[in-house]
Nanobody, 116 residues
Framework: QVQLVESGGGLVQAGGSLRLSCAAS????????MGWYRQAPGKQRELVAT???????NYADSVKGRFTISRDNAKIILYLQMNSLKPEDTDVYYC??????????WGQGTQVTVSS
């Protein structure tokens, strides 16, 4: 059972930056996709950015040009560099890992709050 632990959330002023990290509890060679999602209270969880096993990336339109997803493959750590943050980026951010064998794992979430 893979466990994901996020860190790096916090309170920042609009225009500021944060970097989120997501560390997997064990190394697996069967990663299909890893990504970041976010969810506000009462709303559906939405995609922020994902990275496939080949390094291909996908971003939500709302974060393109501001957020960058990256991964340390040796340590299985996923990052999300968030620049030019806006109040509407305020959410709980979740890390996700999907394996080639159908495993689908989520972290506990980390709060990001952007003040205006």
């Amino acid at each position: 059972q893979v466990q994901l632990v996020e860190s790096g959330g916090g309170l920042v002023q609009a225009g500021g930056s944060l970097r989120l990290s997501c560390a997997a509890s064990e190394r697996t060679f069967s990663i299909k996709n890893m990504g970041w999602y976010r969810q506000a209270p009462g709303k559906q969880r939405e995609l922020v950015a994902t990275m496939g096993n080949c390094g291909n990336t996908n971003y939500a339109d709302s974060v393109k040009g501001r957020f960058t997803i990256s991964r340390d493959n040796a340590k299985i750590i996923l990052y999300l560099q968030m620049n030019s943050l806006k109040p509407e980026d305020t959410d709980v951010y979740y890390c996700n890992l999907v394996t080639m064998f159908g495993g689908d794992y989520w972290g506990q979430g980390t709060q990001v709050t952007v003040s205006s």
